[in-house]
């Protein structure tokens, strides 16, 4: 069979670092053990436009694999050309790159490593929310420039505790986030999820769910995105909900970037309606040089949080995607059953409810 | 009676924002309380050389407020000019930069805010350690300079889950760190104190004491010093005792400056024996434009995740201080007894145990 990767480059820190497992230089450590049963293994960065190593390749590759850092983008259109496609492997967490309708008709799997990134995430969202909350990056500026004035720091600096937290979706990663939210004595943690969770759950966070959405921004101090990107969440953050989250509310998004409306946020971070944005997803990836949230401010100067595309990268992650990718080929190519959580698209259905076909 | 406050200025940000209590322009919020009782308040920021207002007001003052983010240096010298002076209120935690065996032998009181910043330093810390180990700073600064390279980032992020985390004094602050840390799956808390935690706190966060100072940091990939400053702990992290830590690993210093050495973590950071120092105490405050902590990195140009002090004094914790010190001032014109807690040297003896007199 023929394996395709779309990875990205990792340069010389890929050779000099090993464990940056998911680099076209490391190849997700999968060579030798595909090309022993046999395969021919194709790994490539290249993935934009009708050039690219992508497109080449795809249309006699049996099964490809992505990632969500570099997304190769596999459209219907694509789809179409991949003649012998069978299989596509997420190695992390995420297959919106993927159009998942037209994967069904066309029978092709499409399969995550689900549990490779969610505490990776989770632990993100944390230090996320602490550095909004906390007016971290004015005050790490401060000192890099030279400066040293506390009352420019902490006119805009606030205590985690006795803030209302709430997350956007409760599942694998959500649900994490609030666990790691009780210790620090919040007034309230919240969710929002199209699920309840089970009672023991809920009551072992004390979380309250709330079911409309509007209502649910309006309580919330501090608001963590953890939710899949699908037609229901595509720009469900826009101009119209934000004006019902909290005045000073801190926004964090480390799902997927197209969840909110860049410019949207942009605007919100400026006019002082969000106090601050912080995440590592963007609705285009790399992001582009004059994208709005590299240099978006509130009006203090500050509130900026983004980072590129890596929380669920880190090298203790990159362990475990590398390992679930191997595995998921090896029971695919033995036969064996995979293990269902890492099922979004089966044979000509969809497994997984995270996903927006309800 | 003669009350002086050495705040630092808030300037333009302390108009605007009235939460800004701790600066010279808002007065703790103290004035028309202390001159509605008959007594003198001089507010000012000019504590350094002998011109300063604090050298001048200081001869004739009976209390004195301080804080510790632009502490005034109360030394031997200075007190035995201060012939009226009874007590010092530090509006905060921390009261090193006063003499503390020159206010026992001249019988004046030294009291602290105890409660008013250990949930902010906590919640500091905490922040503070996910950044580090995440590597965030390099990723923020890589999205500001227009770039985008994940494996730059990725090949020194890792995360908490499965380190080994230790705090260097298990206190009010320290315990609430370790409170903190129990829903992230560490491999292990450890814990270095001269007492043990009651068998019941030590079990409800899991934590295990190391007696031995240079075998506890010899086992802990993350580091947080939580112990105040005294002979005890003055350069305590020093060229020597950095040898005997796990190579790479991340150190978090939010409790005194002074407790490291320097130049000594400047350069264990620049060789990689250290992956990265954060915090927000400086053995000098304000730091110079040349002190080593502004610019030091790690081989990989990260690692360096300093802030000015101001950890303690968010909006939330400024509330708490500037209340706290008004209820001191209340208990002492009233003669009612001060909380225990907040007696650092009561008249004529040290009261708490958190100093060096052991």
Request: with cysteine.
């Amino acid at each position: 069979m023929k394996v395709l990767a779309i990875l990205y480059n990792g340069y010389e820190a890929a050779t000099a670092e090993p464990r940056l497992l998911g680099t076209v230089e490391n190849e997700l450590g999968l060579r030798s053990y595909l090309e022993s049963q046999g395969h021919e293994y194709i790994v490539t960065s290249s993935k934009e436009g009708p050039d690219s190593d992508f497109q080449k390749h795809i249309v006699d590759t049996d099964i490809l694999i992505t990632t969500p850092f570099h997304p190769g983008y596999l459209t219907r259109e694509v789809m179409n050309k991949a003649k012998n496609l069978k299989v596509c492997v997420t190695a992390g967490v995420g297959s919106d790159h993927i159009d998942l309708n037209a994967a069904v008709e066309r029978k092709i799997q499409v399969l995550e490593v689900t549990g490779s990134n969610v505490v990776s995430v989770a632990e993100q969202v944390m230090m996320s929310i602490l550095l909004l909350v906390r007016n971290f990056v004015p005050a790490h500026e401060m000192i890099e420039n030279g400066g040293w004035q506390v009352s420019e720091i902490a006119r805009n600096a606030f205590d985690l505790e006795g803030k209302v937290v709430g997350t956007l979706g409760a599942g694998r990663i959500g649900y994490r986030v609030l666990q790691r939210l009780v210790p620090f004595n919040c007034k309230e943690l919240l969710y929002f999820d199209y699920n309840a969770l089970p009672a023991e759950a809920e009551a072992a966070v004390a979380a309250r769910r709330v079911q409309d959405l509007k209502e649910f921004v309006s309580q919330c101090d501090v608001i963590t995105i953890n939710a899949p990107l699908h037609e229901g969440t595509l720009g469900l953050i826009n101009k119209e909900l934000l004006q019902h989250f909290k005045k000073g509310a801190w926004l964090v998004d480390t799902a997927r970037g197209a969840i909110c409306v860049a410019e949207d946020v942009a605007e919100a971070l400026a006019s002082g309606q969000l106090r601050g944005y912080a995440g590592d997803v963007w609705n285009v990836q790399p992001a582009p040089k004059d994208h709005p949230w590299r240099h978006m401010k509130n009006p203090l100067g500050g509130g900026n949080g983004m980072t590129p595309h890596y929380s669920g990268t880190t090298l203790d992650a990159q362990i475990r995607y590398a390992e679930g990718t191997k595995a998921i080929l090896q029971n695919y190519f033995e036969g064996k059953p995979q293990e269902p959580a890492n099922i979004i698209v089966g044979v000509g259905k969809y497994e997984s409810k995270a996903y927006g076909q309800r």
